[in-house]
């Protein structure tokens, strides 16, 4: 299984490229995983929020491909503890045979045509953070979560 992390929009801040590339490059020891970006959407000023996600939608459909678990990041997922994560991560490295995609989308979230695709929604927080900053705290917790099922000093309780 590998596993992707579809954003939209690329990440700006140097801060939370370096420590984002920091994380990726660790856990390429664990398990293929790579972060691919859709450009976002330009000139959206005269755009209604739902031809937005619409359009992002369309964008996500063709970076999607045949067999993918979905899973999106969203506020109203389900969510976990770092343990909990790392028994999901587990289960899904047992029962999905090709790629387990993550999707963070765009400021105003997801199309119904995406909500309707997914598999599942999982929330990081009931706190809002910027796009950016999602990026380097899922990164991270895969990260984590990999460390526990390894059985490495990185998680403490």
Do not use: W
């Not at 939209?8 to 398990?31: M, P, Q, V």
């Not at 045949?66 to 999901?88: N, P, W």
């Not at 598999?119 to 950016?132: A, D, G, P, R, V």
Request: charged share 25%; net charge positive; hydrophobic share 40%.
């Amino acid at each position: 299984m590998r596993i992707t992390c579809l954003v939209i929009g690329k990440t700006n801040e140097k801060y939370f490229i370096d420590a984002i590339d920091e994380y990726t490059s660790r856990l390429k020891h664990y398990l293929p995983f790579e972060i691919t970006v859709i450009p976002e959407l330009k000139n959206v000023k005269n755009v209604s929020i739902s031809d937005q996600k619409e359009k992002e939608a369309d964008l996500i459909l063709k970076n999607i491909q045949s067999g993918d678990y979905i899973v999106l990041l969203d506020e109203h997922g389900k969510e976990f503890t770092s343990l909990a994560f790392s028994a999901y991560i587990e289960k899904k490295m047992h029962s999905i045979s090709k790629r387990l995609l993550f999707i963070i989308g765009g400021p105003y979230g997801f199309s119904p045509r995406i909500y309707n695709l997914a598999n599942e929604k999982i929330s990081l927080s009931k706190m809002t953070f910027s796009h950016q900053m999602i990026r380097l705290i899922f990164t991270e917790q895969l990260y984590r979560a990999m460390t526990i099922l390894k059985n490495e000093p990185y998680h403490h309780e």
